[in-house]
Antibody, heavy 120, light 111 residues
Framework: QVQLQESGPGLVKPSENLSLTCTVSGGSISGYYWSWIRQPPGKGLEWIGFISYTGSTNYNPSLKSRVSISVDTSKNEFSLRLSSVTAADTAVYYC??????????????WGQGTLVTVSS | QSVLTQPPSVSGAPGQRVTISCTGSSSNIGAGYDVHWYQQLPGTAPKLLIHVTNNRPSGVPDRFSGSKSGTSASLAITGLQADDEAEYHCQAYDSRLGGLVFGGGTKLTVL
């Protein structure tokens, strides 16, 4: 059974960078695409972007200028970096596994999520 | 606001049937792209409920079903149970944005 676990700081100061890592266990990161999705408190889900195990990426246009997703197949993990954060970036961040390629992509395995609060 | 539109809330009594709509446009659902649904129980991560319009992963009861017509999709839940109380999210691909989009989520209350 594939399991995903997010890790990283729960508190980030405004204008700084948010960095999270997702460790995949119970299966290989190779052969799949992996996404980050976030959910602000009391709001809906927002897809941030995805990366393939080979390193190709696709980002949400609304966040593209501030987002970078990387992968480390040797550690079976992938990471999110969001720059110049504001309070609007406060959310629960989920790492997920993509099933199927675009445009038929859906998300079949989810991490438990980690709350990141942007505040001074 | 979200690219896909869902009602903020729906409710029903135990045993009843409820439907949750997901309205899109010609660049997503109307273009024929698949619609997927997720169930998010209180305080937990979303879970895949329906994929490719009306396919249930192993373990999801057949009380849950999906459909699609034109620029909209629907999730139907029959024989409503107390533990169906959750937030439900629809998701699809949008060709104008070139990425994946969600509805705003619908909170189901079992009366």
């Amino acid at each position: 059974q594939v399991q995903l676990q997010e890790s990283g700081p729960g508190l980030v100061k405004p204008s700084e960078n948010l960095s999270l890592t997702c460790t995949v266990s119970g299966g290989s990161i190779s052969g799949y695409y992996w996404s980050w999705i976030r959910q602000p408190p009391g709001k809906g889900l927002e897809w941030i972007g995805f990366i393939s195990y080979t390193g190709s990426t696709n980002y949400n246009p609304s966040l593209k200028s501030r987002v970078s997703i990387s992968v480390d197949t040797s550690k079976n993990e992938f990471s999110l970096r969001l720059s110049s954060v504001t309070a609007a970036d406060t959310a629960v961040y989920y790492c997920v596994r993509n099933s199927r390629l675009l445009p038929a992509t859906f998300f079949d395995y989810w991490g438990q999520g980690t709350l990141v609060t942007v505040s001074s | 606001q979200s690219v896909l539109t869902q009602p903020p809330s729906v409710s029903g009594a135990p045993g009843q049937r409820v439907t949750i709509s997901c309205t899109g446009s010609s660049s997503n659902i109307g273009a024929g792209y698949d619609v997927h649904w997720y169930q998010q129980l209180p305080g937990t991560a979303p879970k895949l409920l329906i994929h490719v319009t009306n396919n249930r992963p192993s373990g999801v009861p057949d009380r849950f079903s999906g459909s699609k017509s034109g620029t909209s999709a629907s999730l139907a839940i029959t024989g409503l149970q107390a533990d169906d109380e959750a937030e439900y999210h629809c998701q699809a691909y949008d060709s104008r944005l070139g990425g994946l989009v969600f509805g705003g989520g619908t909170k189901l209350t079992v009366l």
